[in-house]
């Protein structure tokens, strides 16, 4: 049986644009969200092996600690030329410094090196994960997957990450290019279309009432 959330939710993130996006997303539920950093929660260490088990890593280390339903997220971009990588390792790739123009030209340099030229070689998707865990270690967990190619040079300014390389099946523009409404936001507002958008629906279905 799924499990309603209702009352505050800890949002296991020390990252405050993902703290800031899920408060904006569970607004509309009457849920009141607090960041892990807020709480002054303490990262645990990601050591899964997917992004399904980072997540649930993250949320579970947080309800444990804080006796609230904590909500936890991993995502990352899989390119299919490159064997599935970044995958889980999309943020480390760009360093401490966060330099994701090094990281997607990395990607760039391995893809060349393979010869992936043309789109039909240069396929890649996002995928988020969301995990709500609840202090008796309930879980409800959800996977979303956006699909498209990679395209070279980097296109635009919005966004962050790998955003500027990636073009979603469907569309002409990278996310790069695209407003945060557009590749984030949900129907009637936005299109839905960014991994997270996409698990963020699939969850609401299974653990959240409207107003
Ligand atoms: P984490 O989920 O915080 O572990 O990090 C995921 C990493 O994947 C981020 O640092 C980004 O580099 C990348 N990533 C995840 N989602 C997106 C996205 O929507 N656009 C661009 N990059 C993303």
Redesign the pocket.
């Known amino acids: 049986m799924h499990r309603r959330i209702t009352g505050k939710l800890v949002i296991a993130t020390h990252?405050p644009g993902k703290l800031a996006e899920m408060k904006e997303l569970l607004a509309p539920y009457g849920i009141e969200a607090v960041s892990a950093g807020e709480l002054g929660l303490d990262e645990p260490e990601?050591t899964g092996n997917d992004f399904r088990s980072?997540a649930a890593i993250k949320a579970i280390a947080a309800a444990r600690a804080t006796g609230f339903p904590s909500f936890a997220?991993?995502?990352?971009?899989v390119v299919d030329a490159l064997d599935g990588a970044p995958g889980i390792y999309?943020?480390r790739w760009?360093g401490p410094t966060k330099d994701?123009n090094a990281a997607m030209a990395q990607i760039e340099r391995l893809l060349q090196e393979r010869g992936a030229t043309t789109p039909d070689k240069r396929r890649a998707h996002?995928v988020?994960a969301l995990c709500v865990a609840w202090p008796d270690d309930h879980l409800e967990e959800v996977e979303a997957r956006v699909d498209g190619t990679l395209a070279w040079p980097p296109r635009g300014t919005a966004?962050?990450?790998?955003?500027p390389m990636?073009l979603p099946d469907g569309h002409s523009r990278t996310?790069g290019e695209m407003e945060s409404i557009e590749k984030h936001g949900l129907p009637p507002h936005g299109l839905g279309l960014?991994?997270?958008a996409r698990a963020f629906v699939k969850l609401a279905e299974i653990c959240l009432e409207p107003r």
């Not at 997220?73 to 971009?77: M, V």
């Not at 966004?159 to 955003?163: A, E, H, N, S, V």
């Open positions: 990252n990601e980072n997220d991993d995502s990352g971009i999309s943020a760009a994701f996002f988020s966004g962050f990450g790998y955003d990636f996310f960014s991994h997270r």
